[in-house]
C-alpha cells in the first residue's frame, strides 16, 4: 500500500523560532496532501488541505500566516510552525489519499514541544 | 459536507466480552467510512474501511463494522475483548469519489479493557 514518511517524529524547539515538518509519499505521487493537529486526549482537527502547485486550503481559525504550508512537488508537503509558542505544542500528522485502496494513508507525526 | 458522532467518549469492558464502539455519520454524498485505532504517542492504524459492496467489513486484530445506511451508522465490533485493544478509537468519513476531500474524524472513544 502507499506510504507516507513523516519527519521528524518530535521535535523540541525554544519559543520564537520556527519549525518546520516535512511529509512525503514514498510509493505514489500525492497532489492532495491533508495536515492534522491533535491535542492530548482529542481527535484530530483538520488544519489545512495541501494541493501541489498552488496555495494551500486553511480550515477555519487556522492561521496560515503562523502555520505555512508549501507542496512544490508531487511527494513533498512542509509544514512550518512559525515563531513558535508554547500553545503550539501539539501532535502533527500528515495524511495523503491512497490511490490504489481508495482510502488514506498516515504518516507516524510529529510530536512538536515549544519551551 | 461530513462529519461523525461517536457516542460514548469511554467505554470499559471485561477481558473476553464484547467491544461495540458506536459511530453515526451525517454526509450530502455517498460516504466511505473507515475505523482506525491511535496507541499512546503514535500514529493512526486503519482497522478497517468501507467504500463500496458488502456492507460486512471484517478489519484486523478481530474487528468487524457493519454499514447500515438506513440508520446512517457504522458500529465497531469485536467478539471477545483482548487486554491489548486499550486504546483510543476513532470513526471517520470521506465522500465517496472526492479525492480532493479529507477524512473527517469523530472525538474518538477510550477503550480499556479490564482482567
Known amino acids: 500500500g502507499a506510504v507516507v514518511s513523516q519527519h521528524p517524529s518530535w521535535v523540541i524547539c525554544k519559543s520564537g523560532t520556527s519549525v518546520k515538518i516535512e511529509c512525503r509519499s514514498l510509493?505514489?505521487?500525492?497532489?492532495?496532501m491533508f495536515w492534522y493537529r491533535q491535542f492530548p486526549k482529542q481527535s484530530l482537527m483538520l488544519m489545512a488541505t495541501?494541493?501541489?502547485?498552488?496555495?494551500?486550503?486553511?480550515e477555519q481559525g487556522v492561521e496560515k500566516d503562523k502555520f505555512l504550508i508549501n507542496h512544490a512537488s508531487l511527494t513533498l508537503s512542509t509544514l512550518t510552525v512559525t515563531s513558535a509558542h508554547p500553545e503550539d505544542s501539539s501532535f502533527y500528522i500528515c495524511?495523503?489519499?491512497?490511490?490504489?485502496?481508495?482510502?488514506?494513508?498516515f504518516g507516524s507525526g510529529t510530536r512538536l514541544t515549544v519551551v | 459536507a461530513q462529519s461523525v458522532t461517536q457516542l460514548g467518549s469511554h467505554v470499559s469492558v471485561s477481558e473476553g466480552a464484547l467491544v461495540l464502539l458506536r459511530c453515526n455519520y451525517s454526509?450530502?454524498?455517498?460516504?466511505?467510512l473507515f475505523w482506525y485505532v491511535q496507541y499512546p504517542n503514535q500514529g493512526l492504524q486503519l482497522l478497517l474501511k468501507y467504500t463500496t459492496g458488502a456492507t460486512l467489513v471484517k478489519g484486523i486484530n478481530g474487528f468487524e463494522a457493519e454499514f447500515k445506511k438506513s440508520e446512517t451508522s457504522f458500529h465497531l465490533t469485536k467478539p471477545s475483548a483482548h487486554m491489548s485493544d486499550a486504546a483510543e478509537y476513532f470513526c471517520a468519513v470521506s465522500g465517496a469519489n472526492q479525492a480532493g476531500t479529507a477524512l473527517i474524524f469523530g472525538k474518538g472513544t477510550t477503550l480499556s479493557v479490564s482482567s
Open positions: 495524511s495523503a489519499r491512497d490511490p490504489t485502496q481508495g482510502g488514506y494513508t
Open positions: 454526509s450530502s454524498v455517498p460516504p466511505y
Open positions: 510509493d505514489f505521487q500525492a497532489t492532495t
Open positions: 495541501s494541493n501541489e502547485g498552488s496555495k494551500a486550503t486553511y
